[in-house]
């Protein structure tokens, strides 16, 4: 007879055992605010104006939205939180958190800095994730002309060919230290050099374990189907498949682009039709382990569960080696927490880098939180239910 499955992501007590009272009160705080979207309205509209003109406000950013959702400033501050999230059986996924910076000459140094992480990452076992996003080395517009099946000029091959070059780097890297690259997702129309690059890395480094991984987003209609074929493919060329199954992250933008341009929107008509096809991604991952390794990043709890019960069903071990959940920094520790509790692979998505340059980040977290329905009522209703239980 198989033993039930218990795990509730209701228990407070470990959800928030890694934060002392006053930081309980300062995420009481937080998500407060944050559920005011006019106050999040005008924070991402003056933000950036009072850092470009030297105001004395990174202090108070630094204490407040930074510190919940930011591992720190450098790779030394990213490490010490990821440290103390590792005494709770929680990982971390490195994520260098500065959005792109144009120029040949940014690309280029950003390459170290990534190398550096996934060989900080390879010593430390609880960083066994680094996440990079290929507009971190390559041209917009250079990937939109790719996607768009355009012909390169010499200049511009050469071009793409130092952006092949630079991911490749950092993907031999993370494959000799056995660290998971996770390749984020981009926008619609820049996915598809994204997609092939990606598979190339997976071809040539996933043969005996899963080191690269694509992201397939799902609040796009075309997904599920794009990670079935991505599936056979790589059944077909003899690698593993690493597929990070995530929602998405560029809906408004999407159905604009859409819309003004006049081609069908790529995102699904709604909510539940997002879920569906996530739950069905998870699905089909969790019964083919044998063959591909899956990373479920995501802060809804019934695919959370559906994941872990799948799991759990197969008679498999919480702590499969091709099983990885996560959320990010600051949010859902209700999931975090009492997954590594009952001992499943889970990591945080760390983000970090200077205050200023990860500033659009946070504003987007911050967006994102106030457009998510119920998730900031949610994240204060247990913050404050762990609050009542200490008596704080």
């Avoid at 130092?162 to 820049?190: C, F, N, P």
């Avoid at 997002?274 to 069905?280: C, E, K, L, Q, S």
């Avoid at 709890?301 to 069903?313: D, F, N, R, V």
């Avoid at 099983?323 to 520790?333: A, E, I, K, P, Y």
């Amino acid at each position: 007879m198989e033993k039930q499955l218990s795990l509730s992501f209701e228990n407070t007590a470990i959800a928030f055992e890694s934060k002392t009272d006053k930081a309980l009160k300062k995420a009481d705080f937080l998500f407060t605010n944050i559920g005011k979207p006019w106050l999040v309205k005008v924070g991402a509209a003056v933000t950036p104006f009072a850092l470009k003109i030297g105001l004395p406000i990174k202090g108070l950013i630094r204490s407040t939205i930074f510190s919940q959702f930011c591992g720190g400033e450098n790779l030394q501050e990213a490490a010490a939180t990821a440290s103390s999230l590792g005494k709770f059986h929680v990982g971390v996924a490195l994520d260098y958190g500065v959005e792109a910076m144009e120029g040949e000459e940014n690309y280029d140094h950003a390459v170290p800095e990534f190398v550096r992480a996934i060989e900080y990452a390879a010593g430390n076992p609880n960083i066994p994730f680094i996440a990079i996003k290929v507009t971190g080395f390559a041209r917009f517009s250079l990937l939109e002309k790719l996607h768009a099946n355009e012909t390169l000029t010499p200049e511009e091959a050469a071009e793409y060919a130092r952006v092949r070059q630079r991911i490749q780097t950092i993907a031999a890297t993370a494959a000799k230290h056995k660290v998971g690259l996770l390749i984020d997702a981009e926008e619609s129309w820049i996915q598809q050099p994204v997609d092939d690059l990606t598979e190339e890395l997976m071809a040539q480094f996933n043969t005996t374990n899963a080191i690269v991984y694509n992201t397939f987003q799902m609040y796009r209609h075309d997904r599920l189907a794009f990670l079935k074929r991505s599936f056979e493919k790589a059944q077909q060329q003899g690698y593993l498949l690493g597929a990070k199954l995530v929602r998405g992250a560029y809906m408004e933008k999407e159905r604009k682009r859409a819309e003004e341009m006049g081609y069908p929107s790529p995102i699904q008509p709604d909510k539940e039709a997002t879920d569906r096809d996530y739950n069905a991604a998870v699905t089909f991952c969790m019964e083919r382990l044998d063959k591909l390794a899956v990373f479920v990043g995501t802060h809804n709890e019934q695919s959370s569960m559906l994941a872990a019960s799948l799991l759990h069903q197969q008679e498999l071990p919480h702590n499969h080696p091709h099983v990885s959940f996560s959320q990010l920094l600051g949010m859902s520790d209700n999931i975090t927490f009492n997954l590594a509790h009952a001992g499943y692979h889970v990591s945080k998505y760390l983000p970090y880098g200077p205050v200023k340059d990860v500033m659009p980040y946070l504003l987007r977290r911050a967006q994102e939180n106030t457009s998510i329905s119920g998730q900031v009522g949610r994240e204060l209703g247990l913050i404050r239910k762990e609050r009542k239980r200490r008596g704080i």
